[in-house]
Antibody, heavy 124, light 107 residues
Framework: EVQLVESGGALVNPGGSLRLSCAASESIFSHAWMTWVRQAPGKGLEWVGRIKSKGGGGAIDYAAPVKGRFTISRDDAQDTLYLQMNSLKTEDTAIYYC???????????????WGQGTLVTVSS | DIQMTQSPSSLSASLGDRVTITCRASQSISNHLNWYQQKPGKAPDLLIFGASSLQGGVPSRFSGSGSGTDFTLTISSLQPEDFASYYCQQTYSTPPYTFGQGTKLEI
């Protein structure tokens, strides 16, 4: 079964930068479409962005609140997904989850494997 | 972007109750609607995809329905392990794949 382990969460000042990592247990990571989802303390889930596999075209999409500040990338040789976060704001404080996504029944896109999350706190 | 409006935001119920959570999309999403369950301190788990198809291992007391803009998640007889938060998510066409605001189901 797929295991995802996020790391890199920390306390950072507003305006600062941070890079999160998500290490996958499966060598077929290169075929995976991956998503970042965040959850502010006591709040709901927020979709952050998605990266397709290189074989799937490699396209990257972002949610409006993070576009231009966050960058999703992947290192298929290291089976690792990244989230580079720049110009951090207090409202970026959240647990950040990575997910491994699939198409079910050939048509329905789901996030069916989730990491345990890593906490990012943006505060002075 | 497609907005998802979920209601209620919280719900109190008792063991054995039948409960329904609703989710409305700001435009038609066909049946590209997922439901997730999240317990405190844990990552979400996929419950239902394609609006009505149960993920493997999910008890049959859970069911989903709807198409277009209006969707429901029903739990037919609440069990202790069902008290959690529930989120809908649309995955229609291209991202962003937005979530509803969530429903906290409490005893």
């Amino acid at each position: 079964e797929v295991q995802l382990v996020e790391s890199g969460g920390a306390l950072v000042n507003p305006g600062g930068s941070l890079r999160l990592s998500c290490a996958a247990s499966e060598s077929i990571f290169s075929h995976a479409w991956m998503t970042w989802v965040r959850q502010a303390p006591g709040k709901g889930l927020e979709w952050v962005g998605r990266i397709k596999s290189k074989g799937g075209g490699g396209a990257i999409d972002y949610a409006a609140p993070v576009k231009g500040r966050f960058t999703i990338s992947r290192d298929d040789a290291q089976d690792t997904l990244y989230l580079q976060m720049n110009s951090l704001k207090t409202e970026d404080t959240a647990i950040y989850y990575c997910t491994w996504d699939h198409f079910y029944s050939g048509a329905y896109y789901v996030s069916d494997y989730w990491g345990q999350g890593t906490l990012v706190t943006v505060s002075s | 972007d497609i907005q998802m409006t979920q209601s209620p935001s919280s719900l109190s119920a008792s063991l054995g109750d039948r409960v329904t959570i609703t989710c409305r999309a700001s435009q038609s999403i066909s049946n590209h609607l997922n439901w997730y369950q999240q317990k405190p301190g844990k990552a979400p788990d996929l419950l239902i995809f394609g609006a009505s198809s149960l993920q493997g291992g999910v008890p049959s007391r859970f069911s989903g329905s709807g198409s277009g803009t209006d969707f429901t998640l029903t739990i037919s007889s609440l069990q202790p392990e069902d008290f959690a938060s529930y989120y809908c998510q649309q995955t229609y066409s291209t991202p962003p794949y937005t979530f509803g605001q969530g429903t906290k189901l409490e005893i």
